[in-house]
């Protein structure tokens, strides 16, 4: 994290004046836990002259793009079934080659958590006009 930080320094130097700069990290300090909103991230971008938001970003982090997946068996001893989950990821910020596969089986009970998990997540997102700061994050123990 610190390493991208200071990776993103360089990005000041564009700024118009010293105000802008002072109001650029006067917001980042104001909405550090919460994130940029749209109007703030709108005007620094115009005083950075950025044309894509998304370079205020730290950290970018990839974006699903396709997901696939099948049943089959874990191996020749064992007969329960297991879902193999492909997962195309596609990261913009590391073009050309920014699409990873990443591919992953689940047994019942892992599936099951993982979709009680899922529903949580949704519930979050289409309450979070509801909540303060809408970030919170939890984590899914696999059996």
């Known amino acids: 994290?610190?390493?991208?930080?200071?990776?993103?320094?360089?990005?000041?130097?564009?700024?118009?004046?010293?105000?802008?700069?002072?109001y650029i990290l006067q917001s980042?300090?104001?909405?550090?836990?919460?994130?940029?909103?749209?109007?703030?991230?709108?005007?620094?971008?115009?005083?950075?002259?950025?044309?894509?938001?998304?370079?205020l970003d730290p950290v970018s982090l990839p974006r699903l793009?396709?997901?696939?997946?099948?049943?089959?068996?874990?191996?020749t001893e064992v007969t329960d079934p297991v879902a193999v989950i492909n997962l195309k990821l596609q990261n913009d910020k590391q073009a050309p080659q920014g699409e990873v596969d990443l591919k992953f089986q689940l047994s019942k009970e892992t599936l099951d958590t993982m979709v009680k998990s899922m529903y949580c997540i949704r519930d979050q997102l289409s309450n979070s006009g509801e909540t303060s700061n809408g970030l919170s994050s939890q984590e899914m123990n696999a059996a």
Do not use: F, Y
């Open 1 to 22: 994290m610190e390493r991208t930080l200071w990776g993103h320094l360089p990005l000041l130097v564009r700024s118009n004046s010293k105000e802008s700069v002072e």
């Open 65 to 75: 793009k396709a997901m696939t997946w099948n049943m089959a068996t874990q191996d």
């Open 28 to 55: 980042l300090w104001r909405t550090r836990k919460t994130g940029l909103d749209a109007d703030d991230r709108r005007v620094i971008c115009e005083m950075l002259q950025l044309q894509n938001d998304s370079d």
